[in-house]
């Protein structure tokens, strides 16, 4: 089995920063790309990051450079430092990946449980 924990959620104030952690464990082989996204209230799911394995990151138009995604394959953990955080941020973040097991040597994409991410005005 392969599990993906978030941390690092929580309350700030606006123009106060975040860094979010995604943890990955289990029969893990390798982590292929990484991705962090978020939902606010009443609204789709969105991609916030993504970042491949060689280090290649996108990012949504949304966050305006505000956002860093970054990676430590030697830990299987995924990051996203969130800095200048505006109203508009507030959402549960989600971490997603792309998992090559150990035990069954094929890709598959995983979903951690979600953070709560609050900016206040």
């Known amino acids: 089995q392969v599990q993906l924990v978030e941390s690092g959620g929580g309350l700030v104030q606006a123009g106060g920063s975040l860094r979010l952690s995604c943890a990955a464990s289990?029969?893990?082989?390798?982590?292929?790309?990484m991705g962090w996204y978020r939902q606010a209230p009443g609204k789709q799911r969105e991609l916030v990051a993504h970042i491949t394995r060689d280090g290649s990151t996108n990012y949504a138009d949304s966050v305006n450079g505000r956002f860093a995604i970054s990676r430590d394959n030697a830990k299987n953990t995924g990051y996203l430092q969130m800095n200048s955080l505006k109203p508009e941020d507030t959402a549960v973040y989600y971490c997603?990946?792309?998992?090559?097991?150990?035990?069954?040597?094929?890709?598959?994409?995983?979903w951690g449980q979600g953070t709560q991410v609050t900016v206040s005005s």
């Open positions: 289990g029969s893990i082989f390798r982590l292929s790309a």
């Open positions: 997603n990946a792309d998992v090559v097991r150990s035990d069954y040597y094929t890709s598959r994409n995983y």
